[in-house]
């Protein structure tokens, strides 16, 4: 649901635009039937494979490596986990991060980069795609971490020093991820450009941005190549930026506004469509293979 968010407000049509690309996205499609199948038919490979056959014949899972980054926890013979402990938590924290999300896209003003009073959409779905991902899985997370640790109190399963421990703990793992989001947003902050047009004085407006939209869209159109290879090379360019940078997000970013910028000449809703889905599918797989 957030990378939903966070595409379709890249993306002129928002979330509806992001719908529309999903049968094209054959990297996450062909990724899901590769999972099914492996679980299925239990194929294993490689590193996978030899593992496997290490636990079943000796019991050790670890399968002797001993340098993994794990931790010795101490359990707690009174506490008694049960599976409301687990599900809890994940079903509050989708709850309030969708809901965070459509509150915001409610009220958010892109304009003024503020969440005002004014509604800004007309309905649930248009709310979803216009508001700032950034700022409202923010302030979901952090009523549903809220809510979690009421509820853990209230049902006795830690203590709430325990609680506290847990939010160092988490924060501490969670760091490299907000560092590669806020270079995610700067990024496509610094690529993007608010300011598009001309002045009254008839000079172009420059708002300290790179502006690679309009650049791009300058240089490059859907006439100056064929069509068909459009898709493929914004594919290319996706996995090496996304493997460079070892973030999807930044990727859509940057991309995104440009493939759209690109395509708007052509007359084709499908190719459209399809190079949309070639940045997505692209980013993910540079990232998933960036080490």
């Known amino acids: 649901s957030s990378w939903a968010a966070a595409v379709a407000g890249y993306a002129d049509g928002g979330i509806v635009a992001f719908i529309?690309?999903?049968?094209?996205?054959?990297?996450?499609?062909?990724?899901?039937?590769?999972?099914?199948?492996?679980?299925?038919l239990r194929l294993d490979f490689f590193k996978m494979?030899?593992?496997?056959?290490?636990?079943?014949?000796?019991?050790?899972?670890?399968?002797?490596?001993?340098?993994?980054?794990?931790?010795?926890?101490?359990?707690?013979?009174?506490?008694?986990?049960?599976?409301?402990?687990?599900?809890?938590?994940i079903v509050t924290l989708i709850v309030c991060c969708v809901g965070a999300m459509i509150y915001n896209g409610f009220f958010y003003n892109w304009d003024t980069?503020?969440?005002?009073?004014?509604?800004?959409?007309?309905?649930?779905?248009?709310?979803?795609?216009?508001?700032d991902a950034g700022s409202a899985l923010a302030m979901g997370s952090f009523i549903a971490l809220v809510i979690t640790i009421v509820f853990y109190l209230c049902t006795k399963a830690i203590?709430?020093?325990?609680?506290?421990?847990?939010?160092?703990?988490?924060f501490k793992s969670m760091v490299p991820a907000i560092l590669i989001l806020t270079?995610?947003?700067?990024?496509?902050?610094?690529?993007?450009?608010?300011?598009?047009?001309?002045?009254?004085a008839g000079k172009a407006i420059i708002d300290g941005t790179l502006n690679a939209k309009a650049f791009v869209q300058a240089n490059i159109t859907a006439d100056s190549m064929a069509?068909?290879?459009?898709?493929?090379?914004?594919?290319?360019?996706?996995?090496?930026?996304?493997?460079?940078?070892?973030?999807?997000?930044?990727?859509?970013?940057?991309?995104?506004?440009?493939?759209?910028a690109v395509m708007s000449a052509s007359s084709s809703e499908g190719l459209f469509f399809?190079?949309?889905?070639?940045?997505?599918?692209?980013?993910?797989?540079?990232?998933?293979v960036s080490p």
């Open 20 to 40: 529309k690309t999903i049968p094209f996205n054959m990297y996450a499609l062909l990724t899901i039937a590769f999972m099914v199948v492996t679980v299925l």
């Open 49 to 89: 494979k030899r593992n496997e056959k290490i636990a079943a014949s000796t019991g050790d899972l670890l399968a002797g490596e001993t340098d993994l980054p794990t931790k010795d926890v101490e359990a707690d013979d009174k506490i008694k986990g049960k599976v409301i402990n687990l599900v809890f938590p």
């Open 113 to 131: 980069g503020v969440v005002g009073t004014e509604l800004q959409s007309a309905n649930a779905l248009e709310a979803f795609s216009n508001c």
């Open 159 to 170: 203590s709430f020093k325990v609680s506290m421990e847990s939010i160092v703990d988490g």
């Open 183 to 200: 270079f995610a947003w700067t990024l496509g902050g610094i690529m993007g450009a608010k300011g598009e047009g001309i002045d009254e």
């Open 227 to 260: 069509l068909g290879v459009i898709p493929f090379v914004f594919f290319l360019i996706a996995c090496l930026l996304s493997f460079a940078t070892g973030t999807s997000w930044g990727t859509f970013g940057v991309l995104i506004p440009i493939s759209t």
């Open 274 to 288: 399809l190079t949309m889905s070639a940045v997505l599918a692209g980013a993910v797989y540079g990232d998933h």
